[in-house]
């Protein structure tokens, strides 16, 4: 655990410069807001270690797959989410000497979040190796109330003389991916221009052709002189306008650069007058005014989705970390995105969806913002459901059967991991169950009747064909896969995939039989009835076995682990680990938390007690999973050092990974962790449920949640609870075992 930052309940701020913690920090103070974010880099020249990212959201490069020995069915690359135009740069030259605080003498430093209202600002005061004193401010969103367009304002000052100031802000499109395969080069067809006096840079992506168009409007101001004024084309990718003029000790020169970005995929006209229309509106209104309308966004959000905590800064900053990043990351504004599990905060993993979406982050969106925003997120994957039977092709499967992709852009599977690719395929289900779940929680069955129905039955289709029939068992097994647990491939009968086939086959026979519209034929339900009925699941003595043959390792606790080969993965060889008993995440207990009124409270105990210490959380999903289940059973001590390590998980960067980039879709476990965990929601009988209970560190904690069009605030404390409704009409919830009428 790396613990650099300051508590505070709205706050992230790093007082100290470390070049050590500069990776770390840009990741956990990056920006966004749906369209297009970055990482936290400075705006001057930095000569330290930086990985420097700016992404616009959707835009991707199918880079050639890099394999050691080609298998049929591979996809044919990898979807990386591109690093794009460099638009937040500014070089500042002083006195003679570039400003560049990896070769200065830094006096002071400041770094904060604003999370209530979307704000990264900086302070600094250095002295140049030239002797001069120097004071910085420096401001920066990107607008949440008109996600083209981002702003900074900079503000220096010398502190012991005179200062003659050059400076260049630029818009740069030399730009690299960190995980290109082959060196490859993404960007092509460069183009900078002047119009009006405003300088514009674009380009287009090889092979998918998207194109993006970035333009920028400066305004200094000084206290001082300012003598030149100019703009320039570097070359045919930066363009840059020039500035120069002086200033007197304590006097202040402040630049507000305003830049629009749009994107051919999001933005339907891509013309320039189109964007220096509305550039010169949005820079018109001025900084402050722009703040204002962007930060009155971020109030109405956090009405709905804020958590607050009473008695614990450590655990109030962390969830309030979390839910900001998810909303920097998805709106629900357009139907081509999804959620990336790094988000705008780095360029690992690629693809713009995993099963995280259904399974961890619907729940978020559903109870924070409109049912539409949750919807986009289902219609994402009935778009893609041609692509998912496709897929399926590809690998044998028939008769419409689909195997939705592990990553994906545009539906096509693009994970290049054989153990990933062909076997993780419980994420089938995880979409399959996202359908059950929206229809229960909003009450909305019309895309269950229009659209969900069909992927339902797709997936139905794939599930019926994969097993086989043991004769030894008398039942049906599914071999060759991987659960949740990537820390076990090519097993057979993972426990939890073999539930969730069984419970989707079922579920989709109960719909078609409500709906009586004729789907499939009798023959089809008889042969998926049969699959259902005999389906095989691995147990002994009341725990469900994570697969066959698990008890055949040596089932050492996790704590018996040296601290100094901890985290595994980055320590043991993969063969050690594979034969290892340890879990790197929610497996087993995945599927208990899906389907916890399926089975009575002791046997939810008896798994974790088998599991948990067993589990080394080595995967950002699991330990907020296991946080839900321990409160469920009466562990609150373990639910709150689990709810800890998944709130905090990258701001103390647990796993020491956090200078690739957050674990966005993992957050929106952190809300499930205090709302169904210490909150205890739950939907039964058609009725919110809420079995409370409240850590020792609390003294209370209040959060909201939007049910079938109506806003729930619920304080628990050690008084009580008490739930009262805001908006909407009457309804019935129940709190442990006493139903209450709100209204």
């Given at each position: 655990m790396i613990n650099y930052l300051k508590e505070h309940e709205w706050k992230i701020i790093e007082t100290n410069y470390d070049p050590a913690h500069m990776l770390r920090s840009e990741s956990i103070f990056s920006i966004g807001n749906g369209k297009m974010g970055q990482r936290a880099n400075f705006e001057e020249d930095y000569s330290g270690p930086s990985l420097r990212g700016s992404y616009n959201a959707g835009i991707y490069y199918p880079d050639k797959t890099r394999v050691g020995w080609w298998k049929n069915g591979y996809p044919e690359y990898f979807a990386k989410v591109l690093n794009s135009i460099n638009w937040i740069g500014m070089s500042w030259n002083l006195n003679g000497e570039t400003l560049d605080l990896n070769q200065c003498d830094v006096l002071s430093f400041k770094r904060e979040l604003d999370m209530q209202n979307g704000l990264l600002s900086r302070f600094f005061e250095v002295r140049l190796s030239n002797g001069l004193l120097i004071q910085a401010?420096?401001?920066?969103?990107?607008?949440?109330?008109?996600?083209?367009?981002?702003?900074?304002?900079?503000?220096?000052?010398?502190?012991?003389?005179?200062?003659?100031?050059?400076?260049?802000?630029?818009?740069?499109?030399?730009?690299?991916?960190?995980?290109?395969?082959?060196?490859?080069?993404?960007?092509?067809?460069?183009?900078?221009?002047?119009?009006?006096?405003?300088?514009?840079?674009?380009?287009?992506?090889?092979?998918?052709?998207?194109?993006?168009?970035?333009?920028?409007?400066?305004?200094?101001?000084?206290?001082?002189?300012?003598?030149?004024?100019?703009?320039?084309?570097?070359?045919?990718?930066?363009?840059?306008?020039?500035?120069?003029?002086?200033?007197?000790?304590?006097?202040?020169v402040t630049i507000v650069k305003s830049v629009g970005i749009l994107n051919s995929l999001l933005d339907t006209d891509m013309n320039d007058r189109a964007l220096l229309e509305t550039l010169s509106a949005f820079h018109g209104r001025e900084f402050r005014k722009n703040y204002d309308r962007h930060k009155n966004e971020w109030a109405d959000i956090w009405k709905t989705a804020d958590i607050q905590i009473e008695g614990d800064v450590r655990a109030q900053q962390g969830i309030r970390f979390n839910i900001f990043q998810l909303y920097q990351t998805y709106t629900?504004?357009?139907?081509?995105?999804?959620?990336?599990?790094?988000?705008?905060?780095?360029?690992?993993?690629?693809?713009?969806?995993?099963?995280?979406?259904?399974?961890?982050?619907?729940?978020?969106?559903?109870?924070?913002?409109?049912?539409?925003?949750?919807?986009?997120?289902?219609?994402?994957?009935?778009?893609?459901?041609?692509?998912?039977?496709?897929?399926?092709?590809?690998?044998g499967f028939t008769n419409g059967a689909a195997l939705y992709p592990m990553v994906t852009m545009n539906g096509e599977e693009c994970h290049n991991e054989w153990e990933i690719t062909f076997e993780e395929i419980h994420r089938n289900g995880a979409i399959a169950y996202a359908i059950y779940n929206y229809t229960r929680y909003t009450g909305d069955d019309r895309y269950l009747h229009d659209k969900g129905i069909e992927v339902l039955i797709a997936i139905s289709r794939f599930w019926v064909q994969r097993v086989n029939w043991s004769s030894e068992k008398k039942k049906y097994?599914?071999?060759?896969?991987?659960?949740?647990?990537?820390?076990?491939?090519?097993?057979?009968n993972n426990w939890y995939t073999n539930y969730l086939a069984k419970w989707t086959i079922d579920y989709t026979l109960s719909v078609i039989n409500d709906l009586d519209r004729g789907f499939i034929e009798d023959s089809e339900k008889e042969a998926w009835t049969r699959v259902s009925n005999g389906m095989y699941f691995p147990e002994e003595n009341g725990v469900f076995l994570q697969q066959d043959g698990f008890l055949d390792k040596d089932l050492s606790p996790a704590s018996e682990?040296?601290?100094?080969?901890?985290?595994?993965?980055?320590?043991?060889?993969?063969?050690?680990?594979?034969?290892?008993?340890?879990?790197?995440?929610?497996?087993?207990?995945?599927?208990?938390?899906?389907?916890?009124?399926?089975?009575?409270?002791?046997?939810?105990?008896?798994?974790?007690?088998?599991?948990?210490?067993?589990?080394?959380?080595?995967?950002?999903?699991?330990?907020?999973?296991?946080?839900?289940?321990?409160?469920?059973?009466?562990?609150?001590?373990?639910?709150?050092?689990?709810y800890l390590n998944t709130s905090r998980l990258d701001l103390d960067d647990y796993n020491n990974e956090v200078h690739e980039g957050l674990h966005i879709t993992s957050m929106a476990g952190t809300w499930m962790s205090v709302v169904q965990g210490f909150g205890g929601l739950r939907i039964e009988d058609n009725m919110l449920v809420f079995r409370p209970m409240i850590p020792h560190q609390w003294s209370s904690f209040t959060f909201k949640v939007l049910f079938r069009n109506r806003l729930l605030s619920v304080h628990i404390s050690n008084a009580g609870t008490d739930i009262s409704l805001e908006k909407g009409s009457p309804v019935m919830v129940k709190v442990n075992d006493e139903v209450r009428e709100l209204k």
């Open positions: 401010n420096i401001k920066r969103f990107v607008s949440m109330a008109d996600d083209r367009f981002g702003t900074i304002q900079y503000e220096l000052m010398p502190l012991n003389g005179e200062l003659n100031f050059n400076l260049s802000s630029y818009l740069d499109f030399d730009v690299h991916n960190s995980d290109s395969n082959y060196d490859e080069v993404f960007w092509e067809k460069f183009e900078t221009r002047e119009v009006n006096r405003i300088p514009i840079c674009s380009s287009q992506t090889r092979k998918t052709g998207f194109k993006v168009v970035a333009a920028m409007q400066n305004t200094l101001e000084t206290e001082g002189v300012l003598s030149k004024n100019s703009i320039r084309k570097v070359s045919d990718k930066k363009i840059e306008e020039h500035f120069e003029g002086s200033v007197s000790k304590g006097q202040k629900g504004k357009y139907d081509q995105l999804n959620i990336g599990p790094k988000g705008f905060t780095g360029e690992k993993y690629g693809g713009a969806t995993y099963w995280d979406t259904e399974a961890y982050c619907l729940p978020f969106y559903m109870s924070t913002a409109s049912k539409e925003v949750a919807l986009q997120l289902l219609l994402y994957r009935y778009n893609q459901l041609d692509k998912a039977i496709e897929n399926a092709e590809k690998l097994v599914m071999l060759g896969v991987t659960g949740p647990n990537e820390y076990e491939n090519n097993i057979n682990i040296p601290k100094d080969q901890r985290p595994i993965n980055q320590h043991w060889s993969w063969d050690r680990i594979l034969r290892s008993v340890y879990i790197k995440q929610a497996d087993v207990l995945q599927g208990l938390y899906f389907f916890e009124d399926h089975f009575k409270l002791d046997t939810l105990s008896k798994n974790f007690d088998f599991y948990e210490p067993l589990t080394v959380h080595e995967s950002s999903l699991s330990p907020c999973v296991h946080s839900i289940l321990a409160a469920r059973i009466g562990q609150p001590d373990k639910a709150y050092q689990l």
